[in-house]
């Protein structure tokens, strides 16, 4: 995880269409956005992989600039 201490978080429910070395490219909410892995916490063991369905939590400050929240 590359989240520091006290970032505010979100969580989504997503679908990771892509996977580069620094971001995730997620559907969420029926959008496609590009998270920075340094902004994501995610349970690999569950969500890698392009195809994979899982929760991932997020800065507070990706989260609106993303225009989740």
Not at 15 to 20: A, D, E, G, Q, S
Not at 46 to 67: K, L, N, P
């Amino acid at each position: 995880m590359s989240l520091r201490d006290g970032d505010e978080r979100v969580e989504f429910t997503v679908r990771i269409k892509r996977v580069t070395d620094l971001a995730y490219l997620c559907r969420v909410d029926g959008k496609d956005v590009w998270f920075p892995k340094s902004h994501v916490d995610l349970d690999e063991s569950e969500v890698s992989e392009e195809g994979d369905v899982g929760t991932i939590v997020v800065s507070e400050f990706i989260a609106v600039d993303r225009g989740l929240v």
